[in-house]
């Protein structure tokens, strides 16, 4: 005798076998547990140093295996070098256009695998790639930043405003100066002027008098 077993094809069982089947299907399904976190793009002045900054976070614990590959590729689009390599330690390159001018600057307890890059120069100029891989955690998207080396330091917002506020200070500051000693120069010319119509009103008291003095004897 046999015995067959039959799923309803209907109903609330089909939706839950449905549901069933999907959860076994992506407890199978290999699932990319690292991600890799950058800044977008910076920018940097020619001839100083920057500190490229990448961090990770995985699901499995930090093992002995996991490694850090830092890669570059120019503006022009050429080929992907090697900037630096880290398995364990670090591994700096001993040719290429970064030859000592790159250094860990990482901390793999602290899920950090920075970079310091020194004497930055227009020829930096490109899209700089982080790849972690944590052993089972091997797969995951890739951390990108595209630098820019520029000759100086553009003004951003907050500086324009800065220096828009400190010319209107400066303005002012001139306004008010320029009123004072306005009103100082009219207030000396006014009390000149007063001055003046004082003495001349003196004169011509003591003219009078003296007029009036030499006009008396001859009334006598």
């Given at each position: 005798m046999e015995y067959k077993v039959v799923f309803p094809m209907h109903g609330p069982s089909w939706l839950g076998a449905v549901l069933f089947l999907g959860v076994q299907l992506r407890a199978l399904w290999p699932v990319a547990a690292?991600?890799?976190h950058t800044s977008k793009e910076v920018n940097a002045v020619n001839?100083?140093?920057?500190?490229?900054?990448?961090?990770?976070?995985?699901s499995s614990p930090i093992s002995?295996?996991?490694?850090?590959?830092w890669n570059f590729q120019p503006e022009d689009l050429g080929s992907h070098e090697l900037v630096l390599y880290y398995l364990q330690e670090?591994?700096?390159?001993?040719?290429?256009?970064f030859k000592e001018r790159v250094t860990w600057d990482g901390n793999i307890e602290r899920n950090d695998v920075s970079i310091m890059i020194w004497n930055l120069q227009p020829?930096?100029?490109?899209?700089?790639?982080?790849?972690?891989?944590n052993p089972p955690d091997a797969n995951g998207v890739i951390g990108e930043v595209r630098l820019?080396?520029?000759?100086?330091?553009?003004?951003s917002e907050i500086h324009f405003l800065a220096v828009a506020i400190a010319s209107a200070c400066v303005l002012m500051i001139i306004v008010v100066m320029v009123v004072i000693i306005c009103r100082h120069h009219r207030k000396k010319a006014q009390e000149k002027r007063i001055e003046g119509?004082?003495?001349e009103l003196k004169e011509k008291e003591s003219l009078k008098a003296r007029e009036e003095k030499e006009d008396s004897p001859l009334e006598d």
């Open positions: 690292m991600e890799v001839g100083t140093n920057l500190r490229l900054k990448c961090t990770f976070s995985s002995q295996h996991l490694s850090v590959t670090p591994y700096n390159l001993p040719t290429g256009r020829t930096d100029n490109g899209t700089f790639t982080c790849q972690v891989k820019r080396v520029v000759q100086k330091v553009h003004f119509t004082g003495t």
